[in-house]
């Protein structure tokens, strides 16, 4: 067994190999975006390395063969805000060796110990907290949906075995678009607009500079009080809008607004993994046209939410209601059957009791670990929901 920093272009070869040795015979697994998770640890394009640092590990075993990877990571600005300093950890695959996932699990926690963390979060991103967040512990058998971890059950106990202990939970929700329950929010909708001026409005993918604008302004307002709250700028926002534009239907995604003020969000985007498949991890001049022709061609499609958020003032007042009732109507209705509402906390009570008023329910659910490496510190995990 040897393990290694990933540093070349052989060096991410073989730790894009990893997980295809894994899921060879998944027929649910479909290979991430190889570009995609390499772009996390690139100074360039994830800003989080202005005052972060990173490391990728890739785990060889006794005959040379791809085993096992991590990453492990710190952000400083966000630990700025914490009790105390934490690493994290993701991108984990291993093959069923304990000793394997145990010796990538020290190499990680080796890097972190240089920053002093005194506990580690794993898996989670070293970015953003609506991607590749969370262990899948429950809802093996589905088809993963755009940057969501998928893993086999066995990773559960590599992580426990080791010393993560259940810290927080993340919810994925799948409706039927034909069964939302509407005449709720209509009712509600109503009423909120002849008491306040709110109004929605779709997306407009002419005027992304404007739409970034207000949804920074949203969320910045919105996710203030949670812990790891991370502010965004809308240079950000503006670079991820880009990148989805080419498959955004800006009938799909809303902000809401109080007379002329963003006060709430809803993002929503068409799932494009189950065109990904054929991809193999890789879209280039020989692959992207083909996954555009299955993506265009699909006479239904399912949607994925990313994002939601009200301003703190304006919540309780109907908000959620306005824009759902807003979106819903036969455009939904004619191009997607159903709808997955991603990366939503457990404990993020107001949104998923909202949610569950559209008549869904939870499809799968992922767990983000937390290791103490200082057993004084307090162990203060996050409110779960009832399995």
């Not at 869904?360 to 670990?369: C, N």
Request: glycine share 6%; hydrophobic share 40%; charged share 25%.
């Amino acid at each position: 067994m040897t393990i290694k920093e990933v540093l070349s272009k052989k060096d991410w070869k073989q730790f894009h190999a990893v997980p295809r040795r894994i899921y060879r015979n998944d027929p649910n697994w479909i290979c991430p975006l190889e570009s995609d998770i390499e772009s996390i640890f690139r100074p360039e394009s994830n800003k989080t390395f202005e005052n972060g640092n990173a490391a990728v590990f890739l785990l060889l075993d006794d005959q040379g063969r791809p085993a096992g990877r991590i990453a492990a990571f710190v952000d400083h600005t966000r630990n700025a805000k914490q009790d105390f300093p934490t690493g994290g950890v993701g991108f984990f695959e291993c093959i069923e060796r304990k000793d394997y996932a145990v010796a990538l699990f020290e190499r990680a926690a080796a890097y972190l110990a240089q920053f002093d963390v005194q506990a580690i979060d794993g898996p989670v991103n070293f970015g953003e907290r609506e991607r590749y967040w969370g262990l899948l512990v429950k809802g093996y058998n589905k088809e993963p949906i755009f940057q969501e971890n998928y893993q086999p059950p066995y990773y559960q106990s590599f992580f426990e075995d080791w010393g993560f202990r259940p810290f927080e939970q993340i919810l994925t929700f799948q409706g039927d678009m034909m069964k939302v329950q509407i005449p709720i929010f209509r009712r509600i909708a109503q009423r909120a607009r002849e008491r306040y001026p709110f109004h929605s409005e779709y997306f407009d993918l002419k005027r992304l500079d404007v739409m970034a604008d207000h949804f920074t302004r949203v969320y910045n307002r919105a996710f203030a009080h949670f812990d790891h709250f991370k502010p965004i700028s809308q240079e950000q926002m503006l670079v991820i809008f880009k990148e989805f534009k080419a498959i955004a239907d800006p009938k799909s995604s809303t902000i809401a607004y109080y007379e002329d003020r963003p006060v709430g969000f809803t993002v929503l985007l068409p799932d494009i993994n189950p065109y990904l498949r054929a991809a193999r991890g890789k879209l280039n001049l020989w692959s992207l046209p083909g996954f555009l022709l299955r993506f265009r061609l699909a006479r239904k499609k399912q949607l994925k939410g990313i994002a939601f958020g009200v301003d703190p003032e304006f919540q309780r007042r109907g908000t959620i209601a306005v824009m759902i009732d807003f979106l819903y109507g036969p455009h939904l209705q004619k191009n997607y059957d159903e709808y997955f509402l991603t990366g939503i906390r457990a404990h993020n009570t107001i949104m998923v009791n909202s949610i569950l008023n559209l008549g869904v329910e939870v499809d799968r659910y992922h767990v983000a670990y937390r290791k103490m490496l200082d057993e004084d510190l307090p162990f203060e995990p996050f409110p779960f929901t009832e399995e």
